[in-house]
C-alpha cells in the first residue's frame, strides 16, 4: 500500500490498520497475538506490555516505508528495523531477526537490500512514542527516519 506524503501520519496508519484486518487500536488491547503460519495454521502468543510498545512503533515503520504485512514483506521490515536498530526494545530485536531468518530462505534479495536500507535510516526506536508522531505529515516521517 503507498500513502501520499501529504496524508497525516494518524490517517495512513488508520489506512493500514483497515487494509490488513487490524482492530481500530492495532490490536494493542488484545491479550493474545494471533499469527497465521503456512497461512491457515494458528499460533498464540501473549501481547505482552514490550510488545505492545515495540509494535506502536513497528506500525509506523510500515507506514513510513510501504513495506507490506505478507510473510516476506514482514521479512523486509524486521530487517529494515535491524538494520537502523531497535534500540533497547528487546522484543522487537527478537522479533525482527527471527522475521529476517526466514526471510532469508523467502526472499533474500529483497532481505538484504531492506536491511542496508535500514543502515541508511533512522528508526523510530531510537527516538521512542510521542502522540506528536501521528500529526506529522507520512512525507514528514520519512524525513525524520531520513527514508531516500
Same mark, same amino acid.
Given at each position: 500500500?503507498?500513502?501520499?506524503?501529504?496524508?497525516?501520519?494518524?490517517?495512513?496508519?488508520?489506512?493500514?490498520?483497515?487494509?490488513?484486518?487490524?482492530?481500530?487500536?492495532?490490536?494493542?488491547?488484545?491479550?493474545?497475538?494471533?499469527?497465521?503460519?503456512?497461512?491457515?495454521?494458528?499460533?498464540?502468543?501473549?501481547?505482552?506490555?514490550?510488545?505492545?510498545?515495540?509494535?506502536?512503533?513497528?506500525?509506523?515503520?510500515?507506514?513510513?516505508?510501504?513495506?507490506?504485512?505478507?510473510?516476506?514483506?514482514?521479512?523486509?521490515?524486521?530487517?529494515?528495523?535491524?538494520?537502523?536498530?531497535?534500540?533497547?526494545? #528487546?522484543?522487537? #530485536?527478537?522479533?525482527?531477526?527471527?522475521?529476517?531468518?526466514?526471510?532469508?530462505?523467502?526472499?533474500?534479495?529483497?532481505?538484504?537490500?531492506?536491511?542496508?536500507?535500514?543502515?541508511?535510516?533512522?528508526?523510530?526506536?531510537?527516538?521512542?512514542?510521542?502522540?506528536?508522531?501521528?500529526?506529522?505529515?507520512?512525507?514528514?516521517?520519512?524525513?525524520?527516519?531520513?527514508?531516500?
Amino acid at each position: 500500500m503507498t500513502y501520499d506524503g501529504s496524508l497525516r501520519v494518524a490517517d495512513a496508519r488508520r489506512r493500514y490498520y483497515d487494509a490488513n484486518g487490524f482492530a481500530a487500536d492495532g490490536g494493542d488491547s488484545e491479550k493474545w497475538v494471533k499469527l497465521k503460519v503456512a497461512g491457515f495454521l494458528p499460533v498464540w502468543f501473549p501481547n505482552s506490555n514490550a510488545r505492545r510498545k515495540a509494535v506502536r512503533l513497528h506500525d509506523l515503520h510500515h507506514v513510513a516505508t510501504e513495506y507490506d504485512t505478507t510473510w516476506t514483506g514482514e521479512a523486509e521490515i524486521g530487517a529494515f528495523e535491524v538494520g537502523a536498530g531497535c534500540g533497547r526494545y #528487546w522484543v522487537a #530485536w527478537v522479533l525482527n531477526l527471527s522475521a529476517m531468518g526466514y526471510g532469508m530462505f523467502l526472499a533474500p534479495r529483497r532481505v538484504i537490500a531492506a536491511f542496508r536500507r535500514g543502515r541508511r535510516s533512522k528508526s523510530l526506536y531510537h527516538i521512542g512514542w510521542t502522540d506528536d508522531l501521528l500529526t506529522l505529515s507520512v512525507a514528514q516521517l520519512r524525513e525524520r527516519l531520513e527514508l531516500e
